[in-house]
């Protein structure tokens, strides 16, 4: 079973950047596509952005494209959320997630979780 950390959440005024982090433990990180979902109080969890295992393929939920960039450092066994442009919807829990294939699409399923980061966006 792999042990996934965020890091990087907090408070963050409208139209401001975070950049959440989640590091992987185990040897086989860069086997395996990674994906950021979210869920704000009162709602299902939804995802938000998806990247291959080499990085070269990614996938972005239509509230997330042109805002948000997923990337990955696999000699770190890492995977990075860049957030711009944050808005008071985006607040909400962050959690990443391996995919139990080299893919990572909003459609992939996913098999492991980490506890999740909180993100507030004040107006």
């Known amino acids: 079973q792999v042990q996934l950390v965020e890091s990087g959440g907090g408070l963050v005024q409208a139209g401001g950047s975070l950049r959440l982090s989640c590091t992987a433990s185990?040897?086989?990180?860069?086997?395996?596509?990674m994906g950021w979902f979210r869920q704000a109080p009162g709602k299902e969890r939804e995802f938000v952005a998806g990247?291959?295992?080499?990085?070269?393929?990614?996938d972005y939920a239509d509230s997330a494209k042109g805002r948000f960039a997923i990337s990955r450092e696999n000699a770190k066994k890492t995977v990075y959320l860049q957030m711009n442009s944050l808005k008071p919807d985006d607040t909400a829990v962050y959690y990443c997630?391996?995919?139990?294939?080299?893919?990572?699409?909003?459609?992939?399923?996913?098999?492991?979780w980490g506890q999740g980061t909180q993100v507030t966006v004040s107006s």
């Open positions: 990247i291959s295992r080499r990085g070269d393929t990614t």
């Open positions: 185990g040897q086989t990180f860069n086997l395996y596509g």
């Open positions: 997630a391996r995919s139990s294939s080299a893919w990572a699409s909003a459609r992939a399923r996913y098999d492991n």
